[in-house]
């Protein structure tokens, strides 16, 4: 079955270096999403890429989804506290299919 | 937009005990989804509906579990004769249609003693 894998598991970074959190799928997505889950929260949708090579910006979060629709990354500029949390991709194998989610990557900032 | 509803956000039981949980949906979503969450682990899917229509149940969700969505709307998720592993978060999420973002709610926290 389709498996969504997530590297690193853990980062910590000083506030105001960046951060990459990469995504890998066992087979071809349709689209890929991301969410962010604060401590003690529940996920909350970011953005979701379709097309290949797609690359969105939202102020200082870049993702990208890879040409071979496979893989996507997440990539934070100058770390704030607020970027605290953890980070998941969720990947479909079709566009109607079920969103399988990765395991995660959990961001600590250090003030 | 109400959001997502999830009832009880606790829920404390015996092992062996049955438990129901509740979760509405955004008005008009006509997907809806349960996943189950452990602490450091992302949401692992469970089971999924379009409208009343339950498409796909995990392989690795034993007969204990079901779900059931009558007339489209809220959803239910019954475990039977709980055991100490199925203590975790229990996330439900909807979503207009398959293809779009999901909304999460809160969540039901079960605890097996």
């Known amino acids: 079955g389709q498996q969504v894998m997530q590297i690193p598991q853990y980062q910590h970074v000083q506030e105001g270096e960046d951060f990459t959190t990469y995504c890998n799928s066992s087979t071809t997505l349709s689209n890929i999403q991301w969410y962010k889950q604060r401590p003690g929260g529940h996920p909350v949708f970011l953005i979701q890429?379709?097309?290949?090579?797609e690359v969105k910006k939202q102020k200082r979060l870049t993702f990208q989804f890879g040409e071979a629709k496979k893989n996507s990354s997440l990539h934070i500029t100058a770390t704030q506290t607020t970027d605290v949390g953890t980070y998941f991709c969720a990947g479909r194998g079709t566009s109607y299919d079920k969103v399988i989610f990765g395991p995660g990557t959990s961001l600590s900032v250090i003030p | 937009d109400t959001g997502v509803s999830q009832n009880p956000r606790h829920k404390i039981t015996k092992r062996g005990q049955n438990v129901t949980f509740r979760c509405d949906p955004i008005?008009?979503?006509?997907?809806l989804y349960w996943y189950r969450q452990t602490l450091g682990q992302g949401p692992e899917f469970l089971t999924y509906f379009q409208n009343e229509a339950q498409l796909e149940k995990s392989r690795l969700l034993s007969d204990r579990f079901s779900a059931e969505r009558p007339k489209g709307s809220f959803s239910t998720l019954e475990i039977q004769r709980t055991e100490q592993g199925d203590s975790a978060m229990y996330l439900c999420?909807?979503?207009?249609?398959?293809?779009?973002?999901?909304?999460f709610g809160s969540g039901t926290q079960l605890s097996v003693l």
């Open positions: 999420a909807s979503s207009f249609r398959g293809g779009e973002k999901l909304f």
């Open positions: 008005s008009e979503h006509n997907r």
């Open positions: 890429l379709v097309k290949s090579g």
